[in-house]
Structure formats: C-alpha cells, structure tokens
C-alpha cells in the first residue's frame, strides 16, 4: 500500500470544492479497457473514505516534475479538468509519474523522469510475462524498484569520496543534515550544497577549496564545520559573525590562512578549535570569551604570542607543537605612559565605536575603523584599548591553562595595561623574559 498527499487543485467548481490536501491511498485499476488513477482518502481513524477515479488512458493533459527528486509532481487531467499534486517518498512518487505518462501515451516525459531518477525498468520479456499475470485490479507494489546511485540512497547522511562520485549525483536532497565531500576539484562550494538549510555537519576536505559564500547564515543549523586541507587564505568579513551560533567544532588546519577575526568570539558555545598548519602569526584577543572552548590546536604556525586572554582559560587539550616563531622571541615591548598621551583620530574613532557598542557593518562604520579595531587589546580591568601604553611578552606555564599538553609546557603571552594605575595594580610585569629551549 502506497499512502501519499495529494493536493486536488480543480477547475471544475463542482469538484471538491475549490482545493483541498488529502491523504489518500493510491493504485491502479482497469475498468472497460482503460487504466485508471485511483485515490482513496485515508480519514484520521485509519478508515478509507471517499473514492476519486481518474481516466489515464488519452486523459492526461500536463505533467510537471521538476521537483521529481524531491518528490514531488503534478498531474493535470483532462476530464475532470484538475490537478493533482503529488506529495510523498521521492522513490514512490517517481514511480507513480512514470506509470501514469506510460499510460497515457507521454513516452517522453516518462523518459525524462527517469533519467533523472535513475529509475530502471524491466526487460520487454519480464514486461509481458508481468502481462500475462496481471489482475484486473494491480498495485503501484508491483511496479518495479528504483535504483539510484549509492551516495543517493541516504537521505539524511551523504558522503562523497571522489570527483566521480560527485559528478554522479544529480541532486542533493534538502533533508541532509550530515554531508560530507573528500577528494573532490572545486575552487568554491558547489550551489547545491548553499541551498541545504538543515545541515548540522558540513565537511570539505582536500578538494581545493580557496572562497567561502561571503555569508554562512546559509547554514543556520551547524554543529560542526570542518574545511581542513584546502587551498583558504582568506576568510571572509563576516565569517565567524554569520556562522551559526550552535557551532561546536571548526577545523580549518591545513589550509593558508595568515588571520583569524576578532569576532570568533561570537561563537559562544564553540568547544574545538584546529588551526594547525597554517600561517597564523596572531591570534585573536578575544579567544579568551570563548566560555565553552576546550580543545584548541595551532600547532605549526608562526605565531608571535599568546594573547593574555588565554590564561583565564581552562582546556581540556591544547597543542602549541612548532606553533611559535622563534625568530620573535625574547623581544621587550616596554613602552611608556608618556608615548601614547595623544591620541590618533583613528583611534579615537575606533574607542568611541567601542565604547557606543555600535554595530560593526560598513553601512555604518567606514571600514579603515573596523580593520583599526581588529587589532584592539582589553585590559585587565576590562578597559579596550587600540595601542595600549604599556605592554610586554612574558611566559606563561600551559600546565595552569590546560590538563594535556601537546608540545612545550610554557609559551610566550602579551600582557597590556592601558595605563601606569593598571601596570601596579596588576602587577605586571616589564622585564623581558629569557628564551626556552
């Protein structure tokens, strides 16, 4: 038994009203001769209830099946002049379209279909032995099955693991919530996968991937995104600021990016970090507002510090293995008060957007601000500053941040104090520290 909903859509006034959405029972019978289209409504209970015939035989006027894969059709007919829109499994539907052009004499669109089902048919031979023992009553059971690739076959879980593969599917279905594509040659992501909105795993490894969509509120239902093994460079402005905020795990290793944004820390409840294998020579200052991160990896990169941020943090596994350049090392950032008495007007711009809370979007912040305000450092009494007076690089122990250390234990940290009253109060400290080894 075959159970699909079917929207009856009349030009007739006195059929079913003007339109209505049944849940019916479908299937075939023939009556005089001729095949018909039989719908039989399903009421609340189980029950069957009203019975609707339709000629197919000569009687089908239009077919539409552009959405035959994600199963849905629409069938007008001639007499009575209605359409009938199909709604169920994709499988299902494709078979029921295919039986009913056969039948009614449209060879065309019952090619096209599927072709683009992938639908296969039975031998001549089988067909007119099926003949042969056909009832006068038939279900839509017996028609014959579909065969669809193997990465089609799992309507919320697809993985793709060659450009073969990926050539080979023809659509992506909109109820993935798990897709994911190795091995595969593109420079962006392919306009089907912009268009499936319940995904909760995305993954894009080692295909040559070197631009994001500029928006990633496209995928409002993120858990975990891994691009890991690409060609990135740059992410986009508003990477992290449209990225979904159920995010928990972002892998970008392997890939050639120089910088993070500061407005990673909009990912609240992000838990895994992987950065390792870039270029990186900061990393951002407001990591530290990262409540829920765990894991972070920036091993082999080229980082100059640790921001102060950090030390407020507790992981659960952190890797800083070659992360550092050691060509930075052991340099004094001391500076005076005295330095940094007179303010630029891009830094005093920068502080006032700050202190407004006004929203960064370059309709209403130019943009040289937003890039000044990327480089901003907080105090240690909470107080942002662009270029802070004092400042120093100093080691930090990983044993009072994290459980399990990849690399070595302690690593350089950048310090601030946005003035001499902070310095004291804070204790910090401006000597240079020596080199490890």
């Given at each position: 038994?075959?159970?699909?909903?079917?929207?009856?859509?009349?030009?007739?006034?006195?059929?079913?009203?003007h339109?209505?959405?049944?849940?019916?029972?479908?299937?075939?019978?023939?009556?005089?001769?001729?095949?018909?289209?039989?719908?039989e409504?399903?009421?609340?209970?189980?029950?069957?209830?009203?019975?609707?015939?339709?000629?197919?035989?000569?009687n089908?006027?239009?077919?539409?099946?552009?959405?035959?894969?994600?199963?849905?059709?629409t069938?007008?007919?001639?007499?009575?002049?209605?359409?009938?829109?199909?709604?169920?499994?994709?499988?299902?539907?494709?078979?029921?379209?295919v039986?009913?052009?056969?039948?009614?004499?449209?060879?065309?669109?019952?090619?096209?279909?599927?072709?683009?089902?992938?639908?296969?048919?039975?031998?001549?031979?089988?067909?007119?032995?099926a003949?042969?023992?056909?009832?006068?009553?038939?279900?839509?059971?017996?028609?014959p099955?579909?065969?669809?690739?193997?990465?089609?076959?799992?309507?919320?879980?697809?993985?793709?693991?060659?450009?073969?593969?990926?050539?080979?599917?023809?659509?992506?279905?909109?109820?993935?919530?798990?897709?994911?594509?190795?091995?595969?040659?593109?420079?962006?992501?392919?306009?089907?996968?912009?268009?499936?909105?319940?995904?909760?795993?995305?993954?894009?490894?080692?295909?040559?991937?070197?631009?994001l969509?500029?928006?990633?509120?496209?995928?409002?239902?993120?858990?975990?995104?891994?691009?890991?093994?690409?060609?990135?460079?740059?992410?986009?402005?508003?990477?992290?600021r449209?990225?979904?905020?159920?995010?928990?795990v972002?892998?970008?290793?392997?890939?050639?990016l120089?910088y993070?944004?500061e407005?990673?820390?909009?990912?609240?409840?992000?838990?895994?970090?992987?950065?390792?294998?870039?270029?990186?020579?900061?990393?951002?200052?407001?990591?530290?507002?990262?409540?829920?991160?765990?894991?972070?990896?920036?091993?082999?990169?080229?980082?100059?510090?640790?921001?102060?941020?950090?030390?407020?943090?507790?992981?659960?596994?952190?890797d800083?293995?070659?992360?550092?350049?050691?060509?930075?090392?052991?340099?004094?950032?001391?500076?005076?008060?005295?330095?940094?008495q007179?303010?630029?007007?891009?830094?005093?711009?920068?502080?006032?957007?700050?202190?407004?809370k006004?929203?960064?979007?370059?309709?209403s912040?130019?943009?040289?601000?937003?890039?000044?305000?990327?480089?901003?450092?907080?105090?240690?009494?909470?107080?942002?500053?662009?270029?802070?007076?004092?400042?120093?690089?100093?080691?930090?122990?990983?044993?009072?941040?994290?459980?399990?250390?990849?690399?070595?234990?302690?690593?350089?940290?950048?310090?601030?104090?946005?003035s001499?009253?902070?310095?004291?109060?804070?204790?910090?400290?401006?000597?240079?520290?020596?080199?490890?080894?």
């Amino acid at each position: 038994m075959i159970v699909l909903q079917i929207h009856f859509e009349k030009f007739n006034k006195n059929f079913i009203g003007h339109s209505a959405t049944k849940k019916c029972r479908v299937s075939f019978e023939k009556q005089d001769g001729a095949m018909y289209f039989i719908a039989e409504i399903v009421k609340p209970d189980g029950t069957f209830g009203c019975k609707h015939e339709f000629k197919i035989n000569g009687n089908v006027s239009q077919m539409f099946y552009t959405f035959i894969n994600d199963g849905k059709t629409t069938i007008r007919f001639k007499i009575p002049d209605i359409c009938l829109s199909l709604r169920g499994k994709p499988e299902q539907v494709a078979k029921i379209t295919v039986a009913i052009a056969k039948l009614s004499g449209l060879k065309d669109d019952a090619k096209k279909i599927m072709e683009e089902t992938k639908l296969v048919l039975p031998s001549p031979d089988a067909q007119k032995d099926a003949q042969k023992s056909t009832k006068t009553k038939s279900s839509l059971t017996d028609l014959p099955p579909s065969k669809k690739p193997k990465v089609e076959l799992e309507k919320l879980k697809l993985e793709i693991r060659s450009h073969k593969e990926f050539i080979q599917v023809s659509h992506l279905p909109l109820t993935l919530t798990t897709l994911k594509i190795g091995n595969v040659q593109f420079s962006r992501l392919d306009q089907r996968c912009l268009r499936l909105v319940n995904l909760q795993w995305l993954t894009v490894n080692n295909t040559q991937l070197e631009t994001l969509p500029e928006s990633m509120d496209i995928f409002p239902n993120l858990c975990v995104l891994d691009l890991g093994n690409n060609y990135i460079s740059d992410l986009p402005r508003m990477f992290f600021r449209t990225l979904s905020p159920n995010l928990t795990v972002l892998n970008l290793s392997k890939n050639k990016l120089t910088y993070l944004s500061e407005d990673i820390s909009k990912l609240k409840n992000l838990k895994a970090l992987y950065v390792r294998h870039n270029q990186l020579t900061r990393i951002p200052w407001k990591i530290g507002l990262l409540p829920n991160l765990r894991t972070l990896n920036i091993s082999y990169n080229k980082i100059a510090y640790l921001p102060y941020s950090i030390s407020s943090m507790y992981f659960d596994n952190i890797d800083i293995s070659d992360a550092f350049d050691m060509g930075y090392m052991g340099r004094n950032l001391q500076t005076t008060e005295a330095d940094h008495q007179v303010k630029s007007l891009m830094e005093l711009a920068a502080l006032s957007v700050l202190d407004r809370k006004i929203p960064l979007s370059v309709r209403s912040v130019p943009l040289t601000i937003i890039e000044c305000m990327e480089y901003s450092y907080i105090c240690h009494c909470g107080k942002k500053s662009i270029n802070p007076p004092f400042k120093n690089i100093s080691l930090i122990s990983l044993k009072a941040i994290s459980c399990c250390i990849e690399g070595l234990n302690s690593a350089p940290m950048l310090a601030v104090a946005c003035s001499s009253k902070c310095l004291s109060r804070f204790k910090i400290s401006l000597s240079p520290f020596k080199m490890y080894t």
